[in-house]
């Protein structure tokens, strides 16, 4: 199928859908055999819900899982999906089931590696792609994802990558990963990437640690997989009252656009662009 049906279909509205997954903080998974969840989760406050076909569905609930995912995107619902791996005997009834679907805002894509596996799921529902990157091979290409037709977003997988490589999901080689991830999404246009999730559901320093890691490398979103992860992680992609006041006190010594002298620092074109990203974030428009 053409990318002409990308371009025409009526499924969602696609700039919307387009700025929305841009501009996310949170993305939400909720098990998709769990349409008891599905309200809860739409009015929980996260940015993006992410209803999953993939690893929090067992098998023998695939079918189920992909006919309540399918019936409340059709009733009002709006939300990602993630699909099942291309390499899966379930890809294609995923991608055949949302088809067409009104409430369908994006298509996370796992264990992405090529630019023809996104793009090819680009075409068939007119859907933006959040490329879900969790392997050696993924991490490798993934300048060529960033630059693939439909991706309008990279997310990192590093649970999966942490198994692909045989190390501890908390090792410096994850730092390669994301860096990696966020030089190719800033290089290609897309909007910082989405970090894997945190799994401690009740230890809020463990959300709050691995907020302020993922953030200093440049992430700017996070998988989440309970509600009461969305306001740390919110208020952790937000510039701080001290960072805003800084940016305000720059970019007023630097109103006539030279460089200038500000508390002992000179402020000249890269500090000015500094400051002025951290305005833009302040009032919600992501960089």
Not at 200 to 226: F, N, P, Q, S, V
Request: glycine share 8%; net charge negative.
């Amino acid at each position: 199928m053409s990318h002409v049906f990308a371009e025409q279909n009526p499924a969602a509205p696609e700039g919307s859908a387009r700025e929305l997954v841009r501009s996310a903080r949170s993305f939400l998974f909720v098990p998709g055999d769990r349409p008891d969840r599905f309200d809860k989760a739409a009015v929980c406050g996260a940015d993006m819900v992410v209803l999953d076909l993939e690893d929090a569905v067992a098998t023998e609930r695939k079918t189920l899982a992909r006919e309540a995912v399918g019936a409340w995107l059709t009733g009002g619902g709006r939300a990602a999906v993630r699909i099942n791996a291309v390499d899966t005997e379930w890809f294609s009834a995923d991608v055949a089931a949302l088809l067409g679907l009104p409430g369908l805002l994006a298509v996370v894509v796992p264990k992405a590696e090529s630019p023809g596996q996104v793009t090819s799921v680009w075409e068939q529902t007119g859907a933006p792609i959040v490329a879900l990157v969790e392997s050696a091979a993924g991490v490798l290409a993934a300048a060529d994802l960033a630059r693939s037709a439909g991706v309008i977003r990279l997310a990192f997988g590093h649970l999966d990558y942490a198994v692909d490589l045989d190390i501890e999901p908390t090792s410096p080689a994850m730092a390669h990963a994301r860096s990696t991830l966020v030089v190719a999404s800033r290089a290609h246009g897309l909007p910082g990437p989405v970090d894997g999730v945190t799994t401690a559901l009740e230890d809020g320093d463990d959300l709050r640690t691995d907020l302020a890691y993922g953030r200093a490398l440049g992430m700017t979103a996070k998988l989440l997989i309970h509600p009461k992860q969305v306001d740390h992680t919110h208020a952790a992609f937000a510039p701080t009252r001290e960072q805003i006041e800084w940016a305000e006190r720059v970019a007023h010594a630097s109103g006539a656009g030279s460089a200038t002298r500000l508390d002992g620092h000179m402020i000249d074109a890269p500090v000015l662009a500094r400051a002025r990203s951290i305005l833009e974030r302040a009032g919600g428009t992501p960089r």
